[in-house]
């Protein structure tokens, strides 16, 4: 089992940059391939990045292409998502999901989420 806890969201104005984190508990971390999903209220969650088990391959969703990267670091068991040139359309709360499975990567566990605020 692997237990996630976001961090680092917070209140940024429009063409700033953020990076939150994903911090994951267990020992099988370097088994799952992790990804980071968005939610605004009354509306469906959102694919945001994926990255591979060993780190080599990310995968991004349209919306943030060329301005977020997601990178992790197994020996730390961390996942980062580092968000630039972001717009008042980024504001959501942030997910850490960790699969098994690198594409299509639905989920099997879940953090609670980091709130990020992108002021216009």
């Known amino acids: 089992q692997v237990q996630l806890a976001e961090s680092g969201g917070g209140l940024v104005q429009a063409g700033g940059s953020l990076r939150i984190s994903c911090a994951a508990s267990?020992?099988?971390?370097?088994?799952?391939?992790m990804a980071w999903f968005r939610q605004v209220p009354g509306k469906e969650r959102e694919f945001v990045a994926a990255?591979?088990?060993?780190?080599?391959?990310?995968y991004y969703g349209d919306s943030v292409q060329g301005r977020f990267t997601i990178s992790r670091d197994n020996a730390r068991n961390m996942v980062w998502l580092r968000m630039s040139a972001l717009r008042p359309e980024d504001t959501a709360l942030y997910y850490c999901?960790?699969?098994?499975?690198?594409?299509?990567?639905?989920?099997?566990?879940w953090g609670q989420g980091t709130q990020v605020t992108v002021s216009s």
């Open positions: 999901a960790a699969d098994p499975n690198f594409l299509p990567l639905r989920g099997e566990y």
């Open positions: 267990g020992r099988t971390f370097s088994s799952y391939a």
């Open positions: 990255i591979t088990q060993d780190g080599k391959n990310q």
